[in-house]
């Protein structure tokens, strides 16, 4: 997973029901836990976000998976109407502080 060191968190993406696409180093997209090829994600998220509130998607992709292939799973999200795309990565650690501590910032109030 990409690293950064500003992250916002975004607790939604662990949540069960969560809508979950990962790319991964070999170019593989999964939804959820499901192997899916791109293409097919338009009417299954369609499906997943039918009576959700909260019509948020999230990604999560390799830092070695091909920009290309993170562009297509987002340009066929977008095909599925998602406006509100969250991209999961993963904190840098500091130097010197324990795990968890380094600057974490909690999610902006809605």
Same mark, same amino acid.
Request: net charge neutral; no cysteine.
């Given at each position: 997973?990409v690293?950064?060191k500003?992250?916002?968190?975004?607790?939604?993406? !662990?949540?069960? =029901? #969560?809508? $979950?696409? #990962?790319?991964? +180093? =070999?170019?593989?997209?999964? @939804?959820g836990?499901t *192997?899916? %090829?791109?293409?097919d /994600?338009?009417?299954? *998220?369609? =499906? /997943? @976000?039918?009576?959700? %509130?909260?019509?948020?998607?999230?990604?999560?992709?390799?830092q070695?998976? +091909?920009?290309?292939?993170?562009? =297509?799973?987002? !340009?066929? /999200? +977008? #095909? #599925?109407?998602? !406006?509100? /795309?969250? @991209?999961l990565?993963?904190? $840098?650690q500091?130097?010197g502080k324990?795990?968890?501590?380094?600057g974490?910032?909690?999610a902006?109030?809605?």
């Amino acid at each position: 997973m990409v690293k950064t060191k500003n992250p916002i968190a975004m607790h939604e993406a !662990d949540k069960s =029901d #969560a809508v $979950l696409v #990962a790319v991964t +180093r =070999d170019g593989k997209v999964f @939804l959820g836990s499901t *192997v899916i %090829l791109p293409e097919d /994600l338009p009417p299954k *998220v369609k =499906d /997943l @976000l039918t009576n959700k %509130l909260d019509k948020t998607v999230f990604v999560k992709a390799d830092q070695r998976a +091909r920009y290309e292939k993170v562009v =297509d799973v987002v !340009d066929n /999200l +977008r #095909a #599925a109407g998602v !406006d509100q /795309l969250g @991209l999961l990565t993963e904190q $840098l650690q500091e130097k010197g502080k324990p795990e968890g501590e380094a600057g974490s910032t909690p999610a902006p109030a809605k």
